[in-house]
T-cell receptor, first 116, second 109 residues
Framework: IAGITQAPTSQILAAGRRMTLRCTQD?????MYWYRQDLGLGLRLIHY???????GKGEVPDGYSVSRANTDDFPLTLASAVPSQTSVYFC???????????????FGPGTRLTVL | GQNIDQPTEMTATEGAIVQINCTYQ??????LFWYQQHAGEAPTFLSY??LDGLEEKGRFSSFLSRSKGYSYLLLKELQMKDSASYLC??????????WGAGTKLIIKP
């Protein structure tokens, strides 16, 4: 693989179900991010990780959790999905020792999630 | 609050020049990015400005005025493949990226 991969590509989920979106990068980037993108709104940061073993909350963290057990993987979990979590989810990474927002972010292809 | 404003949609003609503006009000400033996003695809990096002035990269140029909280992306010799959304994003004082909603650019033959 090269760059960032996300799985699944798309998913339809019943409300109340648990779901994990997967994200893997092979660029050895320190920082990783999860965004959601909704029509008419900018990308909104859900959670981020500046380095393996650490995570932080973004602008819209409620209802989501993340973990960063190693450099390459950054899964996003919806513990109990609700319809308002219907969105396109993008994972991104950047080569930043400090996790500063001044570094170019590279995005995965996205996961289109529909919660019914 | 923090805010980034871009026009929602613009239309231009193939071969022409178009300027996409972005104004921002953020808590601090540590750089401004432009990304391109084709429909159904991921955003991809176009440019980064941290100092005032014009940065040129092929057919694309990006300008920044920090005192005015203003940037623009200039696209020359437009091609049909330039039809996409263009996202402006600003790094604030906490080094978090604040994203605009994007400008959808439609290129007509």
């Amino acid at each position: 693989i090269a760059g960032i991969t996300q799985a699944p590509t798309s998913q339809i989920l019943a409300a109340g179900r648990r779901m994990t979106l997967r994200c893997t990068q092979d660029m050895r980037h320190n920082a990783m991010y999860w965004y959601r993108q909704d029509l008419g709104l900018g990308l909104r940061l859900i959670h981020y990780s500046n380095t393996a073993g650490t995570t932080g909350k973004g602008e819209v963290p409620d209802g989501y959790s993340v973990s960063r057990a190693n450099t390459d993987d950054f899964p996003l979990t919806l513990a109990s999905a609700v319809p308002s979590q219907t969105s396109v989810y993008f994972c991104a990474s950047s080569d930043s020792a400090s996790g500063s927002g001044t570094d170019t972010q590279y995005f995965g292809p996205g996961t289109r999630l529909t919660v019914l | 609050g923090q805010n980034i404003d871009q026009p929602t949609e613009m239309t231009a003609t193939e071969g022409a020049i178009v300027q996409i503006n972005c104004t921002y009000q953020t808590s601090g400033f540590n750089g401004l990015f432009w990304y391109q996003q084709h429909a159904g695809e991921a955003p991809t990096f176009l440019s980064y400005n941290v100092l005032d002035g014009l940065e040129e990269k092929g057919r694309f140029s990006s300008f920044l005025s920090r005192s005015k909280g203003y940037s623009y992306l200039l696209l020359k010799e437009l091609q049909m493949k330039d039809s996409a959304s263009y996202l402006c994003a600003v790094t604030d004082s906490n080094y978090q990226l604040i994203w605009g909603a994007g400008t959808k650019l439609i290129i007509k033959p």
